[in-house]
């Protein structure tokens, strides 16, 4: 990898903290930054791609919510079997989308992305049979969290997907800090130091509000999904399939 795209936006000691935006620093570094961040990152999206292969439906759209740099879109349109499909990827970062935009379209796929720059809690979503939220729900306000299921559940087909990946909290507070202890661990042997873990947590406080399982189980049923089941979980990281 060259050293430009390595994540050491925290590696500094920071004098005026401030809370954790994506802004162009964290855009330039983001794919590494998520690697050596997220337990299992590249196995979830593996499966997204699966998961599109299997669910699919033709004549629907496909939603990337909360898109990044893609990557779950990506998967999406790689694992795509079903046609006239839409894949349509959000994000209301527009140094994310802005890299997005820049990404060569792969010509030979069924459908092609369509990148918007807009707050996910205002965009339309309809015809749906696959919706991803990979790890962004945990940075919309929680107060807002159950109108945002809502107008999912409401933008989906029978029989679409959600695939809800998030950093949890356990009800347990001695097991949650042990979790924690953990997935610090993860990041130091992935060759963060002391100071970056510490530094980014604080620059997370108040922005990534993670939830139990429990309660993302909870809204999704209340939601009005039939089912809701975690498909996978690596220490404080999962993803739940919830099915309409
Ligand atoms: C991946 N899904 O690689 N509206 C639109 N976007 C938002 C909002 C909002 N209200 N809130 C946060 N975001 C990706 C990784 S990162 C996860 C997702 C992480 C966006 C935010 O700008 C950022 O790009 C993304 O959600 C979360 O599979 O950094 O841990």
């Not at 629907?60 to 894949?87: E, F, N, P, T, V």
């Not at 339309?124 to 107008?151: H, Y």
């Not at 993302?216 to 690596?234: E, M, N, P, T, Y």
Request: net charge positive.
């Amino acid at each position: 990898m060259n050293n430009s795209n390595k994540d050491r936006v925290f590696a500094e000691a920071i004098k005026k903290p401030q809370d954790f935006v994506f802004d162009e620093k964290v855009a330039a570094v983001f794919p590494d930054m998520l690697l050596r961040s997220i337990p299992g990152y590249p196995a979830i999206i593996g499966m997204i791609e699966t998961l599109t292969a299997q669910f699919a439906q033709n004549g629907s759209r496909l939603y990337d919510l909360g898109c990044s740099l893609g990557a779950s879109a990506q998967a999406m349109q790689r694992g795509l079997k079903a046609d006239k499909c839409r894949i349509i990827a959000i994000d209301n970062s527009p140094a994310m989308i802005g890299k997005c935009c820049q990404q060569p379209q792969n010509a030979a796929a069924p459908a092609k992305i369509e990148y918007l720059c807009e707050d996910i809690l205002s965009s339309k979503i309809s015809d749906a049979s696959i919706v991803v939220m990979n790890f962004t729900l945990q940075f919309v306000e929680p107060g807002r969290r159950c109108e945002m299921l809502d107008r999912i559940y409401n933008g989906m087909r029978p029989g679409g997907i959600l695939i809800l990946s998030e950093k949890v909290r356990f009800a347990d507070p001695a097991v949650n800090e042990l979790l924690i202890e953990v997935y610090h661990a993860f990041k130091k042997a992935n060759g963060y130091s002391e100071l970056e873990i510490s530094q980014k947590r604080a620059a997370l406080e108040k922005v990534l509000i993670p939830e139990s399982i429990r309660d993302h189980r909870d809204r999704l049923i209340r939601a009005g999904f039939k089912s809701a089941d975690v498909w996978f979980q690596c220490f404080n990281f999962m993803s739940m399939l919830a099915i309409k």
